[in-house]
């Protein structure tokens, strides 16, 4: 490891070894203040954050901005890493050590000999290996974080269950669900009632999305971002002829929004 006192050389800023060191010299006496005062706690809003902007470089298809948002969310990885090391919990090391230990155990078709034809294989294969890691009584679903946004947890699961052959036969039965929902939303009389079928709804449109490939967080973040993108748009054009949007009817509002749609493409 690259000694904590020293100053990296610029052959060096390419190596891990010295992103370990600059944070443990960050985190030594006579360091960085601000970075010797963070626990695990109070950089936690941070390393959410970061995995966000890495899933925004992603949706927008920017693989410059990609980058910087990777490193910083391993630098976040690191500094948790360092955190734990000076608690006397663990280190990086361990932590490496450990993720490479689970992806050979659970990839035996690579690094051992029992056979995978196809990605089903894999994954029937690799929910065993996980079935077996797992203690007697366990549930299956216990390893998903129930801190993932609430449609990236619908997904996680059913995606879980469909491993084990919980799962719809054809698409054609959950559009019929996503109708039977809709409707039971229109029949809900009290606000509970319209809560649990909303809920309802959304459960099975994600599960209608997973089937299909469609990671249904980043769709609707790309719904939000034409959404802002044309509203925005929208506001331009009311400044640049003088409008009051506000003033506007219904039925001009919409013109409006037609017109920056096809601004925008």
Same mark, same amino acid.
């Given at each position: 490891?690259?000694?904590?006192?020293?100053?990296?050389?610029?052959?060096?800023?390419?190596?891990?070894?010295?992103?370990?060191?600059?944070?443990?010299?960050?985190?030594?006496?006579?360091?960085?203040?601000?970075?010797?005062?963070?626990?695990?706690?109070?950089?936690?809003?941070?390393?959410?954050?970061?995995?966000?902007?890495?899933?925004?470089?992603?949706?927008?298809?920017?693989?410059?901005?990609?980058?910087?948002?990777?490193?910083?969310?391993?630098?976040?990885?690191?500094?948790?890493?360092?955190?734990?090391?000076?608690?006397?919990?663990?280190?990086?090391?361990?932590?490496?050590?450990?993720?490479?230990?689970?992806?050979?155990?659970?990839?035996?078709?690579?690094?051992?000999?029992?056979?995978?034809?196809?990605?089903?294989?894999?994954?029937?294969?690799?929910?065993?290996?996980?079935?077996?890691?797992?203690?007697?009584?366990?549930?299956?679903?216990?390893?998903?974080?129930?801190?993932?946004?609430?449609?990236?947890?619908?997904?996680?699961?059913?995606?879980?269950?469909?491993?084990?052959?919980?799962?719809?036969?054809?698409? /054609? /039965?959950?559009?019929?669900?996503?109708?039977?929902?809709?409707?039971?939303?229109?029949?809900?009389?009290?606000?509970?009632?319209?809560?649990?079928?909303?809920?309802?709804?959304?459960?099975?449109?994600?599960?209608?999305?997973?089937?299909?490939?469609?990671?249904?967080?980043?769709?609707?973040?790309?719904?939000?971002?034409?959404?802002?993108?044309?509203?925005?748009?929208?506001?331009?054009?009311?400044?640049?002829?003088?409008?009051?949007?506000?003033?506007?009817?219904?039925?001009?509002?919409?013109?409006?929004?037609?017109?920056?749609?096809?601004?925008?493409?």
């Amino acid at each position: 490891m690259t000694n904590a006192r020293n100053i990296p050389h610029d052959q060096e800023l390419d190596s891990f070894d010295t992103l370990v060191g600059i944070i443990a010299r960050l985190r030594s006496p006579g360091g960085c203040p601000w970075d010797r005062k963070q626990t695990h706690q109070s950089i936690r809003d941070s390393l959410l954050e970061e995995t966000y902007e890495v899933l925004q470089a992603i949706d927008a298809n920017q693989p410059q901005n990609l980058r910087e948002e990777l490193g910083d969310l391993l630098l976040q990885v690191v500094l948790h890493a360092q955190i734990a090391s000076d608690s006397k919990d663990f280190d990086i090391s361990q932590v490496i050590n450990l993720v490479n230990e689970k992806l050979i155990r659970r990839h035996p078709h690579v690094f051992g000999n029992i056979p995978a034809e196809g990605v089903e294989q894999v994954l029937a294969n690799w929910e065993e290996i996980k079935k077996a890691e797992r203690s007697r009584g366990t549930s299956m679903l216990k390893g998903v974080p129930v801190t993932l946004p609430s449609l990236s947890y619908s997904q996680a699961i059913q995606k879980r269950v469909a491993r084990v052959g919980f799962d719809w036969d054809e698409d /054609g /039965g959950v559009i019929q669900k996503v109708a039977e929902e809709a409707d039971e939303i229109r029949r809900a009389e009290s606000r509970e009632e319209k809560e649990k079928e909303y809920g309802d709804l959304l459960f099975t449109l994600a599960n209608l999305a997973r089937r299909q490939g469609i990671d249904l967080e980043s769709a609707l973040r790309g719904a939000n971002r034409r959404f802002y993108q044309r509203f925005n748009t929208m506001e331009r054009l009311c400044e640049e002829r003088g409008l009051d949007f506000k003033s506007l009817g219904y039925n001009k509002q919409n013109e409006l929004w037609e017109e920056a749609k096809k601004l925008l493409g």
